[in-house]
């Protein structure tokens, strides 16, 4: 496995260290957007050139100033410490969007929800085991609801679809089998009227008028039959292609309302984002009160002590 070199801005220069130590290092903020690697020590390249270090988002700093590259888990410690503010703008470097540092915080969790974290087993004297903090691999309650709301309605939305197809198919089938009858039916149709013009052409040369009248007869009632069949069966190809156009009526509007759904769930995780810095706020707040009322605590404590032991001085 190639080895890499790490040059500093400064000229330092480090290693040879396995791609896996660089990787690690990316995430601890320890691989600098300046620095340059080499497997050589003659040719080198920016460290945000290789795609296995994941040096993807550019933290936009007001007065058109930039930091970054720099790793997704490095983003999202920067504001768990506090040290940046969750609505500074963040722009990613392959896809050139740009979202507050909030919302690709809120969208690595989703996307991490469930994938289980590997153990991390590489440890050497300058780099020590560091273990992942539970915040990030376990995502709040409200970000699990959101995203469990967001998937069952997803869900419903896709079976509603495919029973909708389904029963579309269905309806093109019978109206296919409908068409094919009437084609019949209208083929006997044409026969029968073909014998019954025949049968008069020749009953003029009939020796028996009433076995003419009689074959006559079975004719026309076949063709009334026939007749009654044909009408019957255009009635059921007129109500087959009024359920077709209903059903693809419906199935567009389940499409419709499976795309609000799909683009409503932007909205959603920006409340989510919302309701994240709310709590991260109260926290602050609360961690402020308890302070504050250890202290009152401390000087009545004081007061206390002080009282019992002037009370228990001789007069």
Same mark, same amino acid.
């Given at each position: 496995?190639?080895?890499?070199?790490?040059?500093?801005?400064?000229?330092?220069?480090?290693?040879? #260290?396995?791609?896996?130590?660089?990787?690690?290092?990316?995430?601890?903020?320890? $691989?600098?957007?300046?620095?340059?690697? =080499?497997?050589?020590?003659?040719?080198?390249?920016?460290?945000?050139?290789?795609?296995?270090?994941?040096?993807?988002?550019?933290?936009?700093?007001?007065?058109?100033?930039?930091?970054?590259?720099?790793?997704?888990?490095?983003?999202?410690?920067?504001?768990?410490?506090?040290?940046?503010? =969750?609505?500074?703008?963040?722009?990613?470097?392959?896809?050139?969007?740009?979202?507050?540092?909030?919302?690709?915080?809120?969208?690595?969790?989703?996307?991490?929800?469930?994938?289980?974290?590997? +153990?991390?087993?590489? $440890?050497?004297?300058?780099?020590?085991?560091?273990?992942?903090?539970?915040?990030?691999?376990?995502?709040?309650?409200?970000?699990?609801?959101?995203?469990?709301?967001?998937?069952?309605?997803?869900?419903?939305?896709?079976?509603?679809?495919?029973?909708?197809?389904?029963?579309?198919? #269905?309806?093109?089938?019978?109206?296919?089998?409908?068409?094919?009858?009437?084609?019949?039916? #209208?083929?006997?149709?044409?026969?029968?009227?073909?014998? !019954?013009? +025949?049968?008069?052409? &020749?009953?003029?040369?009939?020796?028996?008028?009433?076995?003419?009248?009689?074959?006559?007869?079975?004719?026309?009632?076949?063709?009334?039959?026939?007749?009654?069949?044909?009408?019957?069966?255009?009635?059921?190809?007129?109500?087959?292609?009024?359920?077709?156009?209903?059903?693809?009526?419906?199935?567009?509007?389940?499409?419709?309302?499976?795309?609000?759904?799909?683009?409503?769930? +932007?909205?959603?995780?920006?409340?989510?984002? &919302?309701? !994240?810095?709310?709590?991260?706020?109260?926290?602050? &707040? !609360?961690?402020?009160?308890?302070? =504050?009322?250890?202290?009152?605590?401390?000087?009545?404590?004081?007061?206390?002590?002080?009282?019992?032991?002037?009370?228990?001085?001789?007069?």
């Amino acid at each position: 496995m190639r080895s890499w070199y790490i040059k500093k801005a400064d000229g330092s220069l480090y290693g040879p #260290h396995p791609l896996e130590h660089l990787v690690l290092w990316a995430k601890e903020a320890r $691989v600098e957007p300046t620095d340059q690697l =080499s497997s050589d020590r003659v040719t080198w390249q920016p460290a945000d050139s290789v795609p296995e270090l994941e040096l993807d988002y550019i933290i936009l700093l007001p007065d058109d100033h930039q930091y970054g590259p720099i790793h997704q888990e490095t983003l999202i410690e920067l504001v768990h410490e506090g040290e940046l503010p =969750s609505s500074t703008p963040v722009r990613h470097r392959l896809s050139g969007l740009v979202h507050e540092a909030g919302y690709w915080i809120a969208e690595a969790l989703l996307a991490t929800r469930d994938r289980p974290v590997p +153990a991390t087993d590489i $440890v050497t004297p300058e780099t020590p085991a560091v273990s992942t903090p539970a915040w990030e691999t376990e995502p709040s309650g409200d970000v699990a609801k959101w995203q469990q709301l967001f998937e069952t309605e997803q869900r419903e939305r896709n079976a509603e679809r495919e029973e909708l197809t389904s029963a579309l198919a #269905h309806a093109k089938q019978a109206f296919q089998e409908a068409a094919n009858a009437r084609d019949r039916f #209208h083929f006997q149709l044409r026969q029968a009227e073909d014998r !019954l013009a +025949a049968l008069g052409e &020749t009953s003029q040369e009939e020796n028996t008028a009433n076995r003419h009248a009689t074959r006559e007869t079975e004719l026309v009632a076949a063709y009334d039959r026939l007749q009654k069949q044909y009408e019957t069966t255009v009635d059921t190809l007129e109500k087959e292609q009024q359920k077709v156009a209903k059903l693809e009526h419906d199935l567009a509007d389940r499409t419709e309302a499976l795309h609000r759904v799909t683009q409503t769930s +932007a909205s959603e995780r920006d409340a989510v984002r &919302t309701q !994240l810095d709310g709590l991260q706020q109260d926290l602050e &707040t !609360l961690k402020e009160e308890h302070q =504050s009322l250890l202290k009152k605590y401390r000087e009545l404590n004081d007061q206390y002590f002080k009282l019992k032991t002037a009370s228990s001085e001789p007069t």
